[in-house]
């Protein structure tokens, strides 16, 4: 696994044809963690970049989150062009739906969050720091206020509470980043990437280039589903199916930046010429189409896009 290379960003430069694509998860990736959710709002450097995103008419932005779709649509209302996933694919709100929610899958059953909310709530009792956020599809305890060791040890116990009571219901049991989730059965964040390139791909303009990253087991979902020729980037430490890394939030948004300012830094020199690429096209079943030997070995070398003379800016 490799860190992702600043020379990567070239990629997603206006001047490179096609509609390129950025799946980005937010906590722990657009955003470092706070102790409370209602804290982590994005800082003026992040809408900056959001602002400069949302303006590239080539570029799809999918914010696709853990939260529910109240807090996404207070934090980025003013980005129209972005589409939002809420709470990891329950529902999203973007152009194509008129900017008005709309469910990925209406028949999602949450009628186990009754029993599932009994449980948190008995175990929040006896957690001192802990407190439960509920959603419209899940419902999270969290723990990070908690003392560190005794919320592990009640995390594990209540991830096997869990387990045990809930049999058959259509929900999924996950640990976060100091959280236990329960979240309905159907939702997965890959399928909101699969839906997104289906959906462009039948509009005849399948994605340029393809951008997801996240830092969390959610993410990994979108790293497998996305198409092979995909520029996947887990945030943090941790197994993972990415091809690459970041640090954390600060790089993640130190690189969009360079994508959203155009420039490379240090190097401060434009991409290479639209005329003198073909668009690599991605397809749902993995393979490239319209790609060029060319474009194939670029994959392997980001840096190619650069002009040889110059030297490359690594991380
Ligand atoms: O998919 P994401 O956008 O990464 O959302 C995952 C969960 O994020 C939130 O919890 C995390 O961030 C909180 C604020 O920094 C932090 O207090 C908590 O410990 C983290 O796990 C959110 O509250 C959850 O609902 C999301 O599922």
Not at 157 to 172: D, K, V
Not at 190 to 211: C, D, K, M, N, Y
Request: net charge negative.
């Amino acid at each position: 696994m490799q860190m992702l290379r600043d020379s990567v960003a070239c990629m997603f430069f206006s001047s490179t044809p096609g509609t390129k694509a950025l799946f980005l998860d937010y906590d722990g990736t657009l955003r470092e963690f706070e102790k409370r959710p209602e804290a982590a709002v994005p800082s003026e450097e992040a809408h900056e970049i959001f602002h400069l995103l949302n303006s590239r008419e080539d570029l799809k932005v999918f914010i696709v989150s853990g939260r529910n779709k109240e807090f996404l649509e207070d934090q980025f209302r003013a980005y129209n062009s972005f589409t939002l996933i809420a709470e990891h694919g329950f529902t999203k709100r973007g152009p194509d739906t008129g900017h008005k929610w709309r469910p990925f899958n209406p028949f999602t059953d949450t009628e186990w969050m009754v029993k599932v909310r009994i449980i948190l709530e008995f175990f929040t009792r006896c957690t001192p720091g802990s407190h439960i956020e509920e959603k419209h599809s899940a419902i999270v305890w969290h723990y990070r206020e908690c003392d560190e060791e005794y919320g592990q040890f009640k995390a594990k116990e209540l991830m096997h509470q869990l387990a045990t009571s809930l049999g058959n219901m259509p929900c999924q049991i996950s640990q976060g980043s100091k959280i236990v989730e329960v979240a309905s059965l159907s939702v997965k964040k890959g399928l909101v990437v699969r839906a997104a390139i289906t959906q462009q791909e039948t509009q005849s303009e399948p994605f340029a280039e393809v951008l997801v990253m996240g830092d969390d087991r959610t993410d990994e979902s979108m790293f497998l589903d996305a198409p092979q020729g995909a520029w996947t980037v887990k945030v943090g430490p941790g197994e993972t199916s990415a091809k690459h890394r970041l640090k954390g939030p600060a790089e993640v948004r130190r690189f969009l930046r360079i994508i959203a300012d155009q420039k490379l830094p240090s190097t401060a020199m434009s991409p290479v010429s639209p005329s003198s690429k073909t668009p690599k096209f991605f397809s749902m079943d993995g393979r490239k189409e319209n790609v060029s030997q060319e474009d194939d070995d670029a994959d392997d070398d980001p840096l190619d896009c650069l002009p040889e003379t110059e030297e490359p800016n690594q991380m």
